[in-house]
């Protein structure tokens, strides 16, 4: 059984959720979706249009998450 883990509050991976692509706290909605999204002009409001499901904290995380390992800091993991 695959197991979820939690980078952070909001962002999980299971390698049987969207290929073990990073998502929010754990649906099926990617970070890399989240942030196409932004890519291409939405703004938070649309984004959460786009997806009911999500907040603005989980669409702040995924930036966040983004920075961070554009950054190469360190990804805490909790549990």
Do not use: H, S
């Amino acid at each position: 059984m695959a197991k979820t883990i939690w980078l952070n509050k909001y962002i999980t991976i299971n390698p049987k959720v969207r290929f073990g692509k990073p998502c929010i706290r754990g649906m099926r909605i990617a970070v890399e979706d989240v942030l196409n999204l932004i890519k291409m002009g939405y703004t938070i409001e649309e984004v959460i249009k786009e997806y009911p499901d999500l907040t603005k904290k989980d669409i702040e995380a995924a930036i966040d998450f983004a920075t961070q390992i554009l950054k190469r800091e360190e990804i805490l993991i909790t549990k």
